[in-house]
């Protein structure tokens, strides 16, 4: 465990520029006229750019100081729901706080486009939790793969995917329904139980990929 606890610190103190840069597009992001997105929803920056470093930076240096690979997996997936449930509380306190308050007429912001406000704040909280870290994880596998043919196969599925689904109507339908379920979700069970679903999913495949990832 104490082994598990430095690498998350480690990891968390390593991803400083994720923090920096995240924190300066909150705070100086502005838009004009009378429809705007909140800035709240620009700590999703975060959740984007943590497995990138992570990925690519941090499991070289970690494995040459001699951390084994499943620690190193461990500590991502609980710096991972560390950062989710960071951002998210961020995102609902800025919601709560700044955004009724925002000179624009109407503030966006992705937690009532998700639907999640629908079930209360603490619930959608919850669900943008779950969601990011449905992100990070996903991300995180992908970015692994990159060095091996699966890795490049799964990239030409999923663009595959993007470019055959979108222009015919009903697998257009399938796609967005797909979106609707991990994203655009109203119904709070459905909605955590599938992004917990994914995530061990994605976990599993992860550490997969991890034992046939070299430095």
Known sequence: MTAILAIIKRLLASNKISFILTAAVVVCATSSGETVLSN?????????MAPFFFVFYDFSKLMHLGASKKDYFIGCLISYGLLAFCISL?????????????????????????????????VAAIQQMLFLLLVMIFLHVLLSMQAHWY?????????????????????????????????????????????????????????????????
């Open 40 to 48: 709240g929803n620009y700590t999703w920056l975060l959740a984007v």
């Open 90 to 122: 961020v995102n609902t306190v800025i919601h709560l706080v700044m955004d009724p308050i925002y000179p624009a007429q109407t503030v966006i912001n992705m937690m009532d486009v998700c639907r999640w406000t629908e079930n209360g704040i603490f």
């Open 151 to 215: 890795g490049w196969l799964t990239d030409a599925v999923l663009v595959a995917i993007i470019c055959i689904f979108t222009p015919i109507a009903p697998l257009r339908s399938a796609l967005s329904g797909f979106f609707r379920l991990i994203m655009l979700n109203g119904n709070a069970i459905l909605h955590i139980g599938t992004c917990l679903l994914l995530s061990a999913a994605l976990s599993l495949a992860g550490l997969v990929v991890l034992k046939r990832k070299t430095l």
